[in-house]
């Protein structure tokens, strides 16, 4: 069975430190692979997508992700960090070959101190 | 347009109690996919539609969970005999395409936080 494992429930940053979360799922065959966030009192949106291609991929807000297959990951990544990316945020992937079921890790809270 | 809309956004239920969640897409959108958020946990797929049919519905924890979109558009969850542990944020998601090769961005109601007591 498919799974997403966020390695860290909850990250506190100064403004402007650089991002990383860390993201592992487990499916041996072809994949999409997602990034939501979910700022506070607001919806869960997509933040960037990864289908085939340059596995380094750019979203919204300057976020980027990159997909490693050898190691089954898709980790998150930001340069400088700012108070408003203070949100949740939610790695998930679904089997590219026909899966209907997207699986979500736990979340990643994050605290941007200003 | 407007988003995806869920209704009611609150809902407090007894044990034993019968409920039903409604979920209304972005117009036109193909796909509807329904989930349960639990506290602290990332949403868990319960079931998906494509126009009316219920194509997958492998996720849905119990047969009291029961979901249709007969029209194609609005989509209901209805759980009977609630539990507690059904207690959880039910979010909506809607998006335009069917091919499941090229899976378009799902676009995400507010939910319904529903409480069992």
């Known amino acids: 069975a498919q799974s997403v494992s966020q390695h860290n429930h909850h990250v506190i940053l100064s403004e402007a430190a650089s991002l990383e979360l860390g993201c592992n799922y487990s499916y041996g065959g072809t994949v999409n692979l997602f990034w939501y966030v979910q700022y506070p009192g607001q919806h869960l949106q997509l933040l960037l997508k990864?289908?085939?291609?340059?596995?380094l991929v750019k979203g919204i807000k300057g976020f980027e992700a990159e997909f490693i297959k050898s190691k089954f990951s898709f980790n998150l990544r930001k340069p400088s960090v700012q108070w408003s990316d203070t949100a949740e945020y939610f790695c998930a992937v679904n089997a590219g070959t026909g899966g209907f079921k997207t699986i979500f890790g736990a979340g990643t809270r994050l605290f941007v101190k200003a | 347009g407007a988003g995806v809309s869920q209704s009611p956004r609150y809902k407090v239920a007894k044990r034993g109690q019968d409920v039903a969640l409604r979920c209304d897409p972005i117009s036109g959108h193909v796909s509807l996919f329904w989930y349960q958020q639990a506290l602290g946990q990332g949403p868990e797929f319960l079931t998906y539609f494509q126009n009316e049919a219920q194509l997958d519905k492998s996720g849905l924890p119990s047969d009291r969970f029961f979901a249709e979109r007969p029209e194609g558009s609005v989509s209901t969850l209805k759980i009977q005999r609630t539990q507690q542990e059904d207690s959880a944020v039910y979010l909506c998601a809607s998006s335009t395409r069917s091919d499941l090769r090229h899976q378009e961005t799902q676009y995400f109601g507010p939910g319904t936080r529903l409480l069992v007591l």
């Open positions: 990864y289908f085939s291609g340059d596995p």
